[in-house]
């Protein structure tokens, strides 16, 4: 077991959970962070046993985004917080939207700027009603480097992605899931129990497949729908457990 000393893992019934572990400081974000989350999202990429992966966090907030204390007198160049955080950050998103297993954010609280862009990454978000969320890049006079411009617009849309971002408005919820961000929300008590109610709904079925969809839905983001279609049928992947599951219809 590896000692971490700002994130929390704990694995069970095929499902790992990385929690965030800051609460003092709204699990801000800090390079520390930000190495311990991927040596714990590429040990659990490399663990066959894990189906679904959680990632959450500790307190009031899944992250209130950015420690910019953390940067001490570093010069923000160009409205970007610097390759410090950049590059591990660039890299951990890129883990949580390829690895084998399905990666849930569950968002418990405030969720702002590049927490929004990790949670983003991830293949499924759930939050809290009561949560906040909110893309505040223009309030700090940043600009997203960690993929939210990319695939913000994916999620709900152009002119909704201009707007949060324009307004660096906060929303809970509720409006994550109206605007296709989230794909489920749940009052902060019950929060739990719902992600725990869409993991059980999906690890019964074929990680083939979901390896699968992973990649199809991620070049069908990238590339549009000709050629989406034309590497949906042209793509041939590895399947050991088709035979199993169609027997008793056949």
Not at 121 to 137: F, P
């Amino acid at each position: 077991m590896t000692d971490y000393t700002e994130i929390h893992v704990t694995t069970a019934d095929r499902v790992a959970t990385v929690t965030m572990d800051r609460p003092e400081a709204l699990n801000a974000i800090t390079p520390t962070m930000l190495a311990e989350l991927n040596h714990a999202f590429d040990a659990i990429a490399a663990d066959e046993a894990v189906v679904v992966a959680v990632l959450t966090g500790r307190g009031r907030a899944f992250s209130a985004g950015v420690d910019l204390k953390a940067l001490g007198e570093r010069e923000l160049a160009h409205g970007k917080v610097g390759d410090i955080l950049d590059v591990p950050a660039r890299r951990l998103t890129g883990r949580l939207s390829t690895m084998r297993a399905i990666v849930i954010a569950k968002v418990n609280g405030y969720c702002f700027t590049g927490a929004l862009e990790l949670a983003m990454a991830c293949d499924l978000m759930v939050v809290a009603d009561e949560a906040k969320l909110g893309d505040t890049h223009a309030k700090f006079g940043l600009r997203p480097t960690w993929g939210l411009s990319q695939r913000l617009p994916g999620l709900v849309g152009l002119a909704r992605a201009r707007e949060l971002s324009y307004t660096a408005r906060m929303f809970g919820g509720q409006e994550a899931v109206a605007y296709g961000l989230a794909a489920r929300s749940a009052p902060g008590a019950e929060l739990d129990d719902a992600v725990a109610a869409l993991i059980a709904e999906i690890q019964p079925n074929s990680v083939n497949s979901f390896v699968a969809y992973k990649e199809m839905y991620r070049v069908a983001q990238e590339r549009g729908i000709d050629a989406g279609l034309a590497f949906e049928y042209g793509t041939d992947y590895p399947f050991n457990d088709t035979d199993e599951r169609v027997a008793d219809f056949r």
